[in-house]
């Protein structure tokens, strides 16, 4: 019965142990590498949740890719809500600081994205609450790069970034024309 009870002590041992270990090691994977969402709602149909409401992708957000606040044009990301901080909400990057973009109901009909924010759209204009409500989002509101949908396997793609062909910026005021050209 004592050996039992050494035998078990030390399993107890090696298992809280370990549980020290893993958890801030997995708390910091998640915090700073990535972690999966839930998509949820219409806004970027049909690239994310094309089957509606039957049917919700999840998505691995890159969180290391977007810790310099290095976005692209086409990039989907997540942003903290500009209208309610304690909402995610998931979007695709049309233009960045610098740019000029035609909106898309917003109070004015051009915009030039102010330094330090870029402008967010569903891909399903008229169901997303985005830029053309709020305006230019803060690039520190920023959360993560969505990079994969992993769920439902038939799903399973990388995704790439790409604007839809209507949308994009007009002109960005950072760049010379020579830049703007390539």
Do not use: C
Not at 82 to 98: C, D, M, S, T
Not at 149 to 175: A, V
């Amino acid at each position: 019965m004592a050996q039992h009870t050494r035998a078990s002590r030390k399993y107890l041992r090696a298992f809280v142990s370990g549980f020290f270990v893993a958890v801030p090691v997995t708390v910091t994977v998640l915090d700073r590498m990535a972690y999966v969402a839930r998509v949820e709602g219409a806004s970027m149909q049909p690239s994310l949740n094309p089957e509606g409401v039957s049917a919700s992708d999840v998505v691995l957000l890159n969180r290391w890719s977007v810790r310099n606040y290095q976005v692209q044009r086409g990039d989907i990301v997540s942003v903290l809500s500009p209208k309610n901080p304690q909402q995610k909400i998931i979007k695709r990057v049309i233009a960045l600081e610098g740019d000029f973009i035609k909106t898309l109901g917003y109070k004015n009909r051009y915009v030039r994205v102010p330094d330090g924010h870029f402008w967010i759209e569903g891909d399903h204009h008229g169901h997303s609450l985005d830029s053309n409500s709020f305006g230019p989002v803060s690039l520190g509101l920023i959360h993560g790069k969505a990079s994969h949908i992993i769920w439902p396997p038939n799903r399973w793609q990388r995704i790439e970034p790409s604007l839809p062909p209507e949308r994009g910026p007009l002109l960005n005021w950072n760049t010379t024309p020579e830049e703007d050209e390539d």
